[in-house]
């Protein structure tokens, strides 16, 4: 014969007023049970010969309950004393859900696309969570709260994102971070946390959430989400330190190749968070969306007009990637160097030099003054994500253009001059030389500071013989060394003249000396007795002779 018991339930953690939910009822062999004695209703035991019935509780909500029961007894059954008991239980959440509002379908193991791992977010943006703690139902538990939730993405930090920790990505990667990596849930699955939640890496990750010890130790919850991602960089820096360096003593010739420092310019393309913190994993495969950039034409800032109109540059617009900097979790590192194999000169600039030098063409540069801008446009800069270098940090509402003034070599306009003399054929004759540079006051000074022109002008030679010199061989020492000196010719026992130049003579060190455009300086030198000019007769003018 069954008999009657009445069951009712009493709230314990929560109860009162923190109570999201009061309205579940515990269920008894799938009746439900009153929340008062008052209201109680009998339900029907069977019990064995030991005095034992085997009862199913159930309880779809969160919290600490207390179930009691009350029988009265029954003068048919000869058990008509009272009987009464309670029981205290912990229900805790089957798991917690974890959603993350919008969040694009991605399977990393397949391959990217519009309908797979499309981009997400910002890494360090806030991060739109929603975690609820739900019932082996699949329905919320509202009375759950737990002061203390950790988050974590899943995956060994000892081992990075690597092959064996197939949930974190990218693979060889750093494993991210959520922060902050706790937080209160409260009633009615309400998150707190300390500041807006967000992920700090590139990747795709899952999050997991752990409340240990839910009222009673070893009652853990936990849930893992599906793939989160793609995170994205927010912005690029681009930096360079990317200077001339000088020729010779702390210059360069106008018209002479002014080169980098390390023989090319370089830029340093690194990837941040919006937390503003470097990310490692936009450097690694499938990932780095950025194609190496070109660069635009270098611009002449001396503000001289007529100096800034006539800069040249040799080189390609194409940067190379550097490829000891390409998977290494840094920035990469572009540069613009020779590649023989393609015939490809290095970056270097050349400011043209005048025909006639004017106030404009005194030295520029000085003390490491930017004279020279590299420009690599905002469209070069932009990922097929859409991030984009920002300016110098990041700032900028807008995709920005990249700038870098620099200088690190003064510029000057020089040239060789070769002078004139006369002497007999049959003594040595001395034609000096110097190199001068346009200086103040406008005028050609001595250039102390060259000691590197002279040992690779070559040897003097001898053109344009006339008279007895024709067919003649011409000894010529010196010039090889200083900035200024004396071409030494061997007399030569002939009468006549010719014209005495270096063999390869720059260009930078060439000048107008005719009037016919820039030329090689030549010295002319005369042997023989000197008769003077050539007297002129103008009409109406009677010339006597001695």
Not at 431 to 443: K, Y
Not at 455 to 471: D, H, M, R, Y
Not at 488 to 494: M, N
Request: hydrophobic share 35%; proline share 6%; aromatic share 10%.
């Amino acid at each position: 014969m069954p008999r009657n018991i009445k069951f009712w339930s009493d709230f314990i953690s929560p109860a009162g007023n923190d109570l999201a939910d009061g309205s579940q009822k515990i269920l008894v062999n799938e009746k439900s049970v009153a929340q008062s004695f008052a209201t109680a209703e009998p339900l029907p035991l069977y019990f064995n010969e030991k005095g034992v019935s085997q009862i199913d509780v159930n309880y779809r909500e969160a919290g600490k309950m207390r179930l009691s029961a009350h029988y009265a007894g029954s003068d048919n059954e000869r058990d008509s004393g009272l009987m009464e008991g309670s029981s205290d239980f912990v229900s805790r959440p089957d798991r917690f859900s974890i959603e993350v509002v919008g969040a694009p379908d991605c399977d990393p193991k397949k391959e990217f696309s519009e309908d797979n791992c499309h981009k997400f977010i910002a890494a360090g943006d806030e991060l739109p969570l929603e975690i609820k703690a739900l019932n082996s139902g699949g329905d919320e538990t509202l009375n759950f709260m737990h002061e203390l939730v950790r988050m974590e993405v899943v995956g060994k930090p000892s081992d990075g994102c690597g092959e064996m920790a197939g949930d974190c990505f990218p693979s060889g990667g750093v494993v991210p971070k959520l922060l902050p990596n706790e937080y209160k849930h409260g009633y009615g699955n309400v998150n707190v946390f300390e500041s807006a939640p967000y992920v700090d890496e590139v990747g795709i990750v899952k999050l997991r959430a752990i409340a240990k010890d839910y009222i009673e130790s070893g009652l853990d919850v936990a849930g893992v989400s599906d793939y989160v991602g793609r995170f994205i960089p927010a912005y690029f820096i681009v930096s360079s330190d990317a200077r001339l360096v000088p020729a010779c003593n702390g210059f360069t010739y106008q018209g002479q190749e002014a080169v980098f420092l390390g023989g090319y310019p370089e830029v340093v393309i690194t990837a941040f968070n919006s937390q503003n913190q470097e990310v490692q994993n936009y450097d690694r495969p499938g990932y780095w969306l950025l194609d190496p950039p070109k660069r635009g034409s270098y611009l002449s800032i001396t503000g001289r007009a007529k100096i800034d109109e006539r800069l040249d540059s040799v080189g390609e617009v194409n940067s190379i990637l550097v490829k000891a900097t390409e998977n290494d979790g840094g920035g990469r590192t572009y540069n613009w160097p020779s590649v023989d194999e393609e015939k490809r000169p290095a970056d270097a600039l050349i400011w043209r030099a005048p025909v006639n030098p004017d106030p404009d063409d005194l030295p520029f540069g000085a003390d490491a003054l930017p004279i020279a801008r590299l420009v690599i446009d905002k469209g070069q800069l932009r990922d097929k994500d859409g991030v984009c270098y920002r300016g110098a940090e990041g700032k900028l509402g807008e995709c920005s253009d990249f700038t870098h003034d620099f200088g690190g070599s003064e510029i000057r306009l020089g040239r060789l001059r070769i002078g004139n003399a006369h002497g007999s054929e049959l003594q040595d004759l001395s034609l000096p030389w110097v190199i001068e540079t346009w200086q103040a006051s406008n005028i050609f000074l001595p250039e102390t500071g060259d000691a590197c022109s002279a040992p690779t002008w070559g040897k003097a030679l001898a053109s344009e013989p006339a008279g007895k010199l024709v067919g003649k061989q011409l000894v010529i020492t010196g010039g090889h060394s200083g900035y200024e000196g004396s071409l030494i010719i061997t007399k030569p026992e002939a009468t006549g003249e010719a014209r005495i130049g270096f063999e390869n003579v720059p260009e930078w060190l060439w000048y107008d000396w005719r009037g016919k455009g820039r030329e090689a300086s030549r010295g002319l030198a005369s042997f023989g007795i000197y008769r003077g000019p050539k007297p002129l007769i103008f009409r109406r003018e009677v010339y006597r002779g001695m």
